[in-house]
């Protein structure tokens, strides 16, 4: 992301409402731009708030069982696309 150019995106946007406001990275970002701290420290940070969010889904996930679920880990784009259009 960083490569890509998060930083300037982040820099441009200005004020947003609360609800796009709470996507990931976007307050370690404006830290960033903000002086309060670094690069390394701000990418840790948003690693870090990614893997919270991830394990939150899995446990939500896990008490959820009304859907089928599919196991995607190993397989290329192609594969999952197939798997989705034959549900």
């Known amino acids: 992301m960083f ?12 004020s947003i409402s609360a609800t796009p406001g709470q996507v990931i990275g976007l307050r370690e970002i404006r830290d960033l731009l903000a002086g309060k701290i670094t690069q390394p420290e701000c990418i840790r940070l948003i690693q870090a708030r990614t893997r919270q969010y991830a394990k939150r889904q899995v446990t939500w996930f896990a008490r959820d069982t009304d859907f089928a679920r599919l196991n995607l880990t190993g397989i290329d784009h192609g594969d999952a696309l197939r798997r989705f259009q034959s549900i």
Do not use: P, Q, S, T
């Not at 490569?3 to 200005?14: N, P, S």
């Open 3 to 14: 490569a890509a150019g998060v930083v300037d995106e982040v820099r441009a946007i200005g």
